[in-house]
């Protein structure tokens, strides 16, 4: 279940109480989920990669048509908002950014604790289904030929509710998450996560960023980690046997992190010795100050 948030801060550096209006009904925004957002970790008093979420909330708005978000601006109220949360314990991080009722952008930031389920997660691994996302990637893929260019599926985009939908499937199938995967058979992501697998020959591997996916920021800053570790690291389309056969699964993402995925389809997944410590990879990557 999602925490209220506790923490608001607009953009003028305000910190309001959680109640507080920061828009109105019948703001596109809040009306149709019509604006974009990131979603971030704070951990030790910090934000995590903030950078990299700054930056895709920018190509992001770019996508769906709204002002460029003024980084220094944005990087004070995420600086604001992170100071005030008590403790050196964790916390979810929201940039939401979109159209207001009179056409102009609405943008705050808000913080709330970790759900309960992202410990569980991170300790256990969690089981998923595939689940078919309806959309072809396309001959010759990666190219994402079929993809109007209105689409959101790239993009960060507050309109969550089939990405809800597709959890809530799996939940009430038993499993824990989702594999999206395209028409035509290939490993898109998770509705909430980038896809991360080891090969059998130690190469981490996600589906290619031209498919129509959210580019991962916790995948890239795990690349970076991972090649300087001098491990080989790779975009790659996967069909859901790929799955089935690789040394581990993950499902990476800025707040859960890491979680193993120990079952696919009903399939107990191989835990090999050897496998890349993909979690103290994940640790080292949000830890990286930008
Ligand atoms: N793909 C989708 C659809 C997501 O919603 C997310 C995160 O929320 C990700 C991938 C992973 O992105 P990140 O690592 O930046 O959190």
Same mark, same amino acid.
């Given at each position: 279940?999602?925490?209220? $948030?506790?923490?608001?801060?607009?953009?003028?550096?305000?910190?309001? $109480? $959680?109640?507080?209006?920061?828009? *109105?009904? /019948? /703001?596109?925004?809040?009306?149709?989920?019509?604006?974009?957002?990131?979603?971030?970790?704070?951990?030790?008093?910090?934000?995590?990669?903030?950078? #990299?979420?700054? /930056? #895709?909330?920018?190509?992001?708005?770019?996508?769906?048509?709204?002002?460029?978000?003024?980084?220094?601006?944005?990087?004070?109220?995420?600086?604001?908002?992170?100071?005030?949360?008590?403790?050196?314990?964790?916390?979810?991080?929201?940039?939401?950014?979109?159209?207001? *009722?009179?056409?102009?952008?609405?943008?705050?930031?808000?913080?709330?604790?970790?759900?309960?389920?992202?410990?569980?997660? #991170?300790?256990?691994?969690?089981?998923?289904?595939?689940?078919?996302?309806?959309?072809?990637?396309?001959?010759?893929?990666?190219?994402?030929?079929?993809?109007?260019?209105?689409?959101?599926?790239?993009?960060?985009?507050?309109?969550?509710?089939?990405?809800?939908? !597709?959890?809530?499937?799996?939940?009430?199938?038993? !499993?824990?998450?989702?594999?999206?995967?395209?028409?035509?058979?290939?490993?898109?992501?998770?509705?909430?996560?980038?896809?991360?697998?080891?090969?059998?020959?130690?190469?981490?591997?996600?589906?290619?960023?031209?498919?129509?996916?959210?580019?991962?920021?916790?995948?890239?800053?795990?690349?970076?980690?991972?090649?300087?570790?001098?491990?080989?690291?790779?975009?790659?389309?996967l069909r859901p046997c790929d799955l089935l056969v690789a040394e581990g699964?993950?499902?990476?993402?800025?707040?859960?992190? $890491?979680?193993?995925? *120990?079952?696919?389809?009903?399939?107990?997944?191989? !835990?090999?010795?050897?496998?890349?410590?993909?979690? !103290?990879?994940?640790?080292?990557?949000?830890?990286?100050? /930008?």
């Amino acid at each position: 279940m999602t925490s209220p $948030a506790e923490i608001v801060v607009t953009l003028d550096g305000a910190v309001v $109480a $959680a109640g507080f209006p920061v828009g *109105h009904v /019948d /703001d596109p925004l809040f009306a149709r989920g019509d604006g974009v957002f990131e979603t971030l970790l704070v951990r030790g008093g910090r934000a995590c990669l903030v950078g #990299r979420h700054l /930056d #895709r909330l920018a190509r992001s708005a770019a996508s769906v048509g709204l002002p460029p978000p003024d980084q220094p601006r944005w990087r004070s109220a995420v600086a604001t908002a992170a100071r005030q949360w008590p403790g050196a314990g964790e916390a979810v991080m929201r940039l939401v950014w979109g159209r207001g *009722h009179d056409g102009e952008p609405v943008g705050f930031v808000a913080a709330s604790p970790l759900p309960d389920r992202v410990a569980a997660a #991170r300790r256990d691994g969690v089981s998923a289904i595939t689940m078919d996302r309806g959309i072809s990637v396309g001959e010759p893929p990666p190219m994402g030929a079929g993809l109007p260019r209105w689409s959101t599926a790239d993009v960060k985009s507050l309109s969550y509710a089939v990405n809800a939908a !597709a959890l809530r499937h799996a939940q009430n199938h038993g !499993a824990d998450d989702v594999v999206l995967t395209s028409a035509d058979g290939y490993v898109l992501e998770g509705p909430r996560s980038s896809v991360l697998i080891a090969t059998g020959d130690g190469v981490l591997v996600t589906p290619p960023s031209t498919l129509p996916i959210l580019s991962g920021t916790t995948v890239a800053a795990v690349f970076d980690v991972a090649r300087r570790r001098g491990a080989s690291c790779d975009e790659r389309l996967l069909r859901p046997c790929d799955l089935l056969v690789a040394e581990g699964v993950w499902l990476l993402s800025s707040v859960t992190l $890491a979680a193993r995925v *120990h079952t696919l389809d009903g399939h107990a997944l191989a !835990a090999a010795d050897g496998v890349p410590d993909v979690a !103290a990879m994940v640790d080292e990557a949000v830890g990286t100050p /930008d």
